[in-house]
């Protein structure tokens, strides 16, 4: 009898196991990424109103390293563009941050910025 409860519990643990294995699809793990952006962005500009150099400095980093995931599969010249555009301009932030250059921040997070908005308008283009 315990062999027979076994025989039908074990398909059922062996579908929920593998269900629990399924990656995160594509779209949602790009909407959590963008999200995370956004909140590292807003974190900059905390830092840049406060003079808050270390807060500046650790939302660049993490945005510069999560904008080197490959975002989507577009291989176009112009996003490709936008995209090192976007590594420059966290670079350069995170060099003003190390700093403590308060203008050259401002500057990098206004550039960086204006890559954001292009790189979603190009999206919504295509």
């Given at each position: ?53 270390d807060k500046i ?29 976007f590594w420059f ?28 908005v292009n790189c ?7």
């Amino acid at each position: 009898m315990v062999c027979g409860i076994a025989m039908v519990l074990m398909p059922a643990m062996f579908v929920r196991s593998q269900q629990a294995e399924k990656p995160e699809p594509q779209m949602e793990v790009q909407k959590r990424d963008m999200q995370k952006k956004l909140d590292y962005s807003k974190n900059i500009l905390d830092g840049l109103v406060t003079e808050d150099f270390d807060k500046i400095l650790a939302s660049a980093k993490s945005l510069n390293t999560l904008a080197k995931h490959k975002w989507m599969q577009n291989d176009s010249i112009a996003y490709r563009t936008q995209n090192q555009v976007f590594w420059f301009t966290t670079g350069t932030l995170m060099t003003a941050a190390e700093q403590k250059n308060l203008d050259g921040a401002m500057l990098s997070y206004t550039q960086m910025m204006h890559t954001c908005v292009n790189c979603h308008q190009l999206i919504r283009r295509q």
